[in-house]
């Protein structure tokens, strides 16, 4: 009987060993400093993935705090996501013009209410519905803090003074980095929240030099690089100013990764200079990254298990 109650036991622990989730890797700066210093390059390397739209897989749609907490127990993350504005102007976090692919609504999402998405549900990207929920942006702010570091993509029509309130009500100086897409719009964000990061769209050296005569100073950029790699003289230039590099993956770069796993395109990647890697492959980064990291030997105080 002992014999059998011991076998029981360690088949009971191999069944709770096997469904007990993994644990959360959550990012955290104590100072708006602290974060810069990590981005300007000062902290030491450590590369990190950005969750493209939040990292959506099946049962966890695109954009949704749900989402966001799911790729915290697949890697410590950078979340990028995508903010609209509803009919009475607040700001909800939804990458599409129209409710149509990701939600149980229709049309514009610029005709609704606040108060009619919330009674709206989210599908994943393989329309199934589920549970969860459009979040505004504060919510998202808030949830994040101490977890993740946000790169915020402001869609067409939404103020840069909208975000930088949000930014500020939520006190995410701390892991917030605002993107924009020209020079002129990076100066905008700059003028407004001088202590801000900005995400500036970076592909070659004269960009850096464009962004720096319209007042964006080096310790305020993380340069993206775009879609395709860059020559690694870019990424040693960009490092040599102090400034982190994100290279987005998704489209051609990630089918090539996914389609030949053995021949190790983040880490090549990696190799080459870059330093964040925006990708809708979360997992299959993620296995690389680990490999590169380890292979170098490379840590971040910044990162608890929870």
């Known amino acids: 009987m002992k014999k059998l109650n011991f076998l029981f036991l360690l088949v009971f622990a191999g069944c709770i060993s096997f469904v007990a989730p993994n644990k959360k890797q959550y990012i955290s700066f104590k100072t708006p400093k602290e974060f810069n210093d990590f981005l300007n390059r000062k902290a030491g390397a450590f590369p990190l993935i950005s969750a493209h739209r939040g990292g959506p897989m099946p049962g966890f749609p695109e954009n949704a705090i749900e989402t966001f907490e799911n790729a915290t127990q697949i890697q410590p993350v950078i979340i990028e996501f995508d903010v609209a504005l509803s009919k009475d102007s607040v700001l909800v976090i939804m990458h599409d013009n129209k409710l149509d692919r990701t939600t149980?609504?229709?049309?514009?999402?610029?005709?609704?209410?606040?108060?009619?998405?919330?009674?709206?549900?989210?599908?994943?990207?393989?329309?199934?519905?589920?549970?969860?929920?459009?979040?505004?942006?504060?919510?998202?702010?808030?949830?994040?803090?101490?977890?993740?570091?946000?790169?915020?993509?402001?869609?067409?029509?939404?103020?840069?003074?909208?975000?930088?309130?949000?930014?500020?009500?939520?006190?995410?100086?701390?892991?917030?980095?605002?993107?924009?897409?020209?020079?002129?719009?990076?100066?905008?964000?700059?003028?407004?929240?001088?202590?801000?990061?900005?995400?500036?769209?970076?592909?070659?050296?004269?960009?850096?030099?464009?962004?720096?005569?319209?007042?964006?100073?080096?310790?305020?950029?993380?340069?993206?690089?775009?879609?395709?790699?860059?020559d690694k003289s870019v990424y040693e230039y960009l490092h040599a100013k102090g400034i982190t590099c994100i290279l987005g993956t998704m489209g051609n770069l990630d089918r090539s990764a996914k389609a030949n796993p053995n021949q190790k395109v983040y880490e090549k990647l990696l190799a080459n200079g870059v330093d964040i890697i925006s990708t809708d492959e979360l997992v299959l980064a993620g296995e690389q990254f680990d490999s590169y990291r380890n292979a170098n030997k490379l840590k971040l105080k910044n990162l608890t298990l929870k």
């Open 104 to 230: 149980t609504g229709t049309g514009e999402i610029g005709s609704y209410t606040y108060a009619e998405l919330k009674k709206l549900n989210l599908k994943d990207n393989e329309s199934k519905v589920t549970e969860f929920k459009i979040p505004t942006l504060d919510e998202v702010l808030n949830w994040g803090k101490n977890k993740v570091i946000f790169t915020i993509d402001v869609k067409r029509g939404v103020p840069f003074a909208k975000i930088v309130d949000a930014v500020r009500r939520t006190k995410s100086e701390t892991n917030a980095i605002v993107i924009t897409y020209n020079a002129n719009q990076a100066a905008e964000v700059h003028h407004l929240a001088p202590d801000l990061m900005i995400s500036a769209s970076a592909r070659k050296i004269e960009d850096i030099e464009r962004l720096n005569e319209v007042g964006v100073p080096n310790d305020k950029i993380v340069a993206f690089t775009g879609t395709a790699a860059a």
